[in-house]
């Protein structure tokens, strides 16, 4: 059994965890990435279309150009990177124990930066009536078999659910030659980003059925139809107008839900609203010392969020680390005289925040990102701390699929006390 | 052509246990089942009970078969190491009416003599399950009842019986039965024949066609169809004792249950229905799940639910809702264990004792076996194990240091080991039942590829021919346009 210590250890070597690193690095801060694969880069490396790095790296790379240039600056930055590796514990004392080829694993760590992604919402979470055959699976999975294993999940395929992924597998499925028959979506607007409707659907004639969902799961032992049927304004099921599809597969493109079975067993506490821990303005969890980043604090549309996100984290639980460190003897570090918790959530048509506290004063601008629950053609972000507005941006059109970003200014919150300790972030529709 | 003295028919928990019984005996016995793996009929489709015993009719067989299994069980568990938990049943009660009721439940429980019953109130029910609703008022308390996942307990079975002799044979569908002048049987399967002296039908919802095969029409069968639901084991305010409302007429109604692996089941509803081979979820009865659970614990989070699944028990139609476990009235030598319905799975151990007495009746003489081994061990579990013996297990194989299923902690070593198992694991679903490899809240969508990849390599199957369970169930097809890199 191997006996490690580092100043941050990062759990995932995803985009979240490679950017995390680096910038734990630069700060001078001993670290070790932990990825469970044979190779960095997390789910990019199957993604491989192109459309990442448009904001970050100002030109467009595929997932796995992405991965490389950070797969790259990690092997160049002296960093410890133990792949095939799998964690499966933490400690609220920041203890890792981990597993290999070579045996068991336990590193101290100063600080950690949870970056471990998020999976797919699954058949079960929607409770789809009928059979259980082979053929219906997630999009994610059908992506891993067609890119990575280079197999075909089937040949006749009905998508449900307007998910990014489900998107790109759509146009992904049609260029190896399978029949995509439609996307199903039970919203009345499509859940994935504008460009992907796009390019992925409409370039491609694969119809797009909004108000729309799969009721029925026909076959068995493989999969040969589902049913379908419109839902009404309550997604209620329109009984008249069930119909039967012959396929042979059927993927679900149904939403993300952020990995934090680790972050639970340190005691990390999550957000009921994004299924990610709550962290305040540095991405710090409640447990001190373990941050979050990526998909496994929320679920990002775009990977350039994800580096942003990321390397705020990383520079964080490198300063939370290295201090601990030249403090030891010394009484705690960031007296909390004079400090106060201002809480932070969601108002009107929003649906969660990010962070979801931060202290005041705060000596740096404050960014708060947030996604609206459904799409408003006309509408204004409002940030309020009781009856003082804090922020209030121009009239313009919210989507559910893409991610908001609003920077307060320290003078903008430093004022605030007792009785408005909540920021509110509201998105009021505008006749 | 192999002769066995006794050829069992059906590979459930029944059948399996019956194999294990057989077992310990002088004699020569084949266990044959139609499907790629044991325990995938209604085994598979329950919530796991062992229930003690208070519900069937005093004096039915039910009753004494049942009271019996389920006071079998703790031993069985200890020699065959498969999980067992002790959650103990409430029955609760929401009214006068359903007071009576569980006095008289106590009163059928106390006849068939299940041990320890007890009616308790509502502050005595809430020191143990604090979330209960709070409309309800007392409860049947039956400490002993235990719960245990019924495959492996099937598995169990079979992995002993094999140890001791039996043959286990899956893939073998029954497609004719001929009882020969000499009084023996000749069996056909779609690749085999087989002959032997005594046939035991265990053969589940399937009993009364593999019983016509022989010329036996002694009674018609349907299912009773339930659905089920599963929920993580990360769910809050998770219920530590199996907990039913007053039961109805033909069903004890929807319980939460806890799981030997910590997951919890909600299950199930029960309707009677005309096809054997729909074991579909539908969503009336999903829903009736939910609200039915919600009754009984007003806070169960129905976002925890990972998984929807069905059950058919097998019931013999005109039957009181009895069991059918006796020789055949017109073909000697033909013995039924049929119709074995809710509470099938407490009750397999004793049906297996009542058909070793009704074989030993029929003429075949049961001699105990000097050497029969009782034990089996239990197979790797290296999520149970401690950091230091995880790491001695890597360094003696290091497919025990590489994860496959993260959710439940599966390694590589595990799932070898089950592919080459006393009973081969040849499917994604048998290595999911062994190893729970594909069970927690992904359900399989890391860790699918890798199974099927570990499966093709072992088995020296192309990827493509890799199934979920039974034939016909493959899981990818041909390679993309440019072929596999």
Do not use: W
Request: overall charge negative.
């Amino acid at each position: 059994m191997k006996q490690l210590d580092y100043d941050i250890v990062v759990i995932g070597g995803g985009p979240a965890g490679m950017a995390a690193a680096l910038k734990a690095k630069e700060k001078g801060a001993t670290v070790a990435i932990i990825e469970r694969n044979d190779e960095l880069g997390g789910i990019l490396n199957q993604c491989i279309h192109s459309g990442f790095g448009l904001s970050y790296f100002k030109q467009e790379l595929t997932g796995p150009e992405y991965a490389e240039l950070f797969i790259n600056r990690v092997a160049a930055a002296g960093i410890d990177v133990y792949l095939n590796t799998m964690v499966i514990d933490l400690t609220p004392a920041r203890q890792v124990k981990a597993m290999n080829e070579d045996g068991m694993l336990v590193l101290s760590a100063g600080a950690i930066v949870l970056a471990m992604g998020c999976r797919e919402r699954t058949r079960g979470a929607i409770k789809i009536p009928g059979s259980r055959p082979a053929g219906v699976l997630t999009a994610g999975l059908a992506q891993r078999y067609v890119n990575i294993e280079n197999r075909k999940p089937g040949e006749r395929i009905v998508i449900l659910g307007s998910g990014d992924i489900g998107l790109i597998m759509a146009r992904r499925l049609t260029l190896e030659g399978m029949q995509v028959l439609g996307v199903y979506e039970l919203m009345p607007y499509a859940n994935g980003l504008y460009r992907n409707i796009k390019n992925c659907l409409d370039d491609f004639d694969i119809p797009l059925h909004l108000s729309t969902t799969v009721t029925n799961i026909i076959g068995y032992p493989h999969l040969e139809a589902v049913e379908v049927a419109r839902v009404d304004e309550n997604l209620a099921v329109i009984d008249e107008t069930r119909e039967v599809i012959a396929c042979d597969t059927l993927l679900l493109s149904i939403g993300l839900i952020p990995e934090n079975e680790l972050s639970q067993k340190s005691g990390v506490s999550l957000n009921p609203r994004t299924n990610g821990p709550l962290v305040d303005e540095d991405l710090e969890t409640d447990q001190p010392g373990i941050f979050a980043c990526g998909n496994v604090l929320h679920v990002h549309d775009l990977v350039d969020n994800v580096t942003l996100e990321a390397e705020q984290a990383g520079d964080a639980a490198a300063a939370y680390a290295l201090q601990q460190k030249t403090a030891a003897g010394v009484s705690e570090t960031g007296s909390a005289e004079n400090k106060a918790t201002i809480m932070i959530g969601p108002g009107e048509n929003v649906g969660y925040t990010v962070p979801a506290k931060m202290t005041v004063p705060s000596p740096k601008e404050i960014r708060i990102l947030f996604r609206v629950r459904r799409p408003l053609e006309q509408a204004e972000v409002v940030i309020q701390a009781g009856t003082k507005i804090l922020y209030q941006g121009k009239p313009r059109a919210f989507k559910s699929s893409v991610m908001e970003a609003v920077v307060l200014k320290p003078e903008e919150v430093n004022g605030l006390n007792g009785t408005e300790q909540t920021i509110i972030v509201s998105v009021r529709e505008v006749k | 052509m192999n002769h066995y003295d006794i050829i069992i028919i059906g590979g459930g928990i029944t059948g399996t246990a019956i194999a294990h019984e057989c077992s310990k005996y002088q004699l020569t016995a084949a266990l044959l089942e139609r499907g790629t793996d044991i325990g995938i009929g209604a085994t598979k489709g329950n919530g796991g009970v062992v229930h003690p015993g208070y519900d069937p009719t005093p004096g039915s067989l039910k009753a004494k078969i049942n009271v019996r299994g389920a006071n079998l069980y703790p031993q069985l568990a200890r020699d065959l190491n498969f999980g067992i938990i002790n959650p103990g049943i409430f029955v609760i009660g929401f009214s006068d009416a359903d007071e009576a009721m569980l006095k008289h439940k106590l009163e059928f429980g106390i006849k068939n003599g299940v041990q320890d019953l007890a009616i308790i109130d509502a502050s005595q029910m809430r020191n143990r399950e604090p979330h209960l609703a709070t409309a309800a008022r007392h409860a049947l308390y039956a400490p002993t009842a235990t719960v245990v996942d019924p495959f492996e307990v099937a598995i169990a079975f079979a992995e002993n019986a094999k140890a001791n002799g039996v043959d286990i044979l899956t893939s073998q569908p029954v497609t004719a039965i001929e009882k020969r002048a000499d009084g023996s049987f000749l069996l056909n399967t779609p690749e085999q024949q087989f002959s032997c002296s005594y046939i035991v039908n265990a053969a589940g919802n399937h009993a009364d066609e593999v019983a016509r095969l022989a010329g036996i029409a002694e009674y018609q069968m349907k299912p009773r169809h339930g659905d089920l639901l599963v929920l993580d084991k990360d769910m809050v305010n998770k219920p530590q004792t199996v907990i039913f409302p007053c039961p109805g007429p033909d069903t004890k109604g929807i319980a939460c249950i806890p799981t030997v692996h910590g997951n919890t089941i909600v299950g199930s509803t029960a309707t009677m229905m005309d096809d054997k081979e729909a074991v579909n979820n539908y969503a009336p009865g999903v829903q009736a799940l939910i609200d039915g659970v919600h009754k009984i614990l007003p806070e169960l989070d129905a976002g925890k639910i990972i998984r929807t699944f069905a059950g058919l028990r097998p019931v013999v139609l005109n039957n009181n809702n009895d069991f059918y476990i006796a020789e055949s009235q017109t073909v000697k030598g033909f013995i039924h264990a049929a119709g074995i319905q809710s509470p099938g799975v407490a009750s397999a151990p004793a049906i297996a004792e009542q058909v070793r007495d009704l074989l030993d009746n029929a003429g075949l003489e049961m001699v105990p076996k000097a050497d029969y081994n009782p034990y089996r061990e239990k197979p790797t579990d290296f999520d149970a194990l401690s950091i230091a013996e995880q790491d001695a297990l890597i360094n003696h194989n290091p497919a025990y240091g590489r994860i496959v299923c993260r959710c439940e902690t599966v390694t590589e070593g595990e799932i070898i080991a089950a592919i080459h198992g006393a009973i081969p694991a040849r499917t994604l679903d048998a290595i999911k039942r062994r190893t729970r490899a594909g069970m927690g809240r992904c359900q399989s969508g890391f860790c699918q590829y890798k199974v099927i990849a570990i499966l093709s390599h072992e088995l020296g199957l192309p990827v493509s021919d890799i199934c979920l369970e039974d034939r016909g169930s493959q899981l990818l097809c041909g390679a993309v346009k440019g072929g596999v890199k």
